[in-house]
């Protein structure tokens, strides 16, 4: 039979939502990761020195395929091996921050593809730098076509942040298995956790969506004017 203790519910209630704040900043920090090192990764890939374009897109496709569970565990325990002793919190971010990228640089990439070559064509007729060309004309451009991808990702790694839990990270997942571990109640703990997620997904993912549209919009309007 189904036991529901809505006392239960309301004592815990407040312990979960602090570590939703923790489970938030990982996600935040994560992703201001994923965001900079996909955009290298990105502009890497596109760089005429084949051979480096080649080693990087090997790692990205490497981080790519495997499992982000593995890669919280080389960093945190086969790094102290090579010298590299982080903590949890900060291996976490790097590792969900470094597979992150790598999808997020195939999001940056196809958006880089999707400016014109006579955009470059004509950033070189005004001899502009590549950094300038870069900054002031390709990325701008690709931007646009960009932002889709970029807030799927942004809600995806909200929703991986419970895999931290497995080197120790005080979030959201590990809070409530805590709770179930001392109270042999995992029911309300984990229903809570759920509807955390949906709480914070759900409008995360309509406010891209906003986002994009209104930028688009206002894009169109620049592109016009």
């Not at 602090?18 to 502009?43: K, N, P």
């Not at 890939?45 to 897109?57: D, E, G, N, W």
């Not at 999707?114 to 502009?128: F, I, R, T």
Request: proline content about 5%; some cysteine; aromatic content about 14%.
């Amino acid at each position: 039979m189904f036991d529901w203790r809505w006392d239960f519910t309301w004592e815990i209630l407040p312990r979960l939502l602090s570590a939703t704040g923790s489970t938030v900043i990982a996600a935040g920090l994560g992703y201001a990761i994923a965001v900079v090192v996909g955009l290298v990764l990105a502009l890497a890939q596109s760089t005429p020195y084949r051979a480096l374009s080649k080693i990087v897109r090997e790692t990205v496709e490497f981080i790519r395929s495997t499992p982000l569970v593995l890669q919280i565990f080389f960093v945190f325990y086969v790094g102290p091996q090579f010298g590299v002793t982080l903590s949890p919190w900060t291996a976490g971010m790097i590792a969900i921050g470094l597979q992150y990228a790598s999808y997020l640089s195939e999001v940056f990439r196809g958006g880089l593809d999707s400016v014109p070559k006579g955009q470059w064509e004509a950033a070189s007729s005004l001899n502009l730098s590549t950094r300038h060309t870069y900054w002031r004309i390709i990325i701008p451009q690709a931007l646009p076509p960009s932002l889709a991808g970029m807030g799927n990702y942004l809600v995806g790694i909200f929703k991986d942040t419970p895999v931290l839990s497995v080197i120790g990270v005080a979030e959201l997942m590990q809070t409530a298995n805590a709770i179930g571990s001392e109270t042999y109640r995992f029911v309300e703990p984990y229903t809570l956790v759920g509807l955390i997620f949906l709480a914070i997904s759900l409008p995360t993912a309509a406010g891209g969506r906003v986002f994009e549209s209104w930028f688009a919009g206002n894009w169109n309007c620049t592109d016009d004017e």
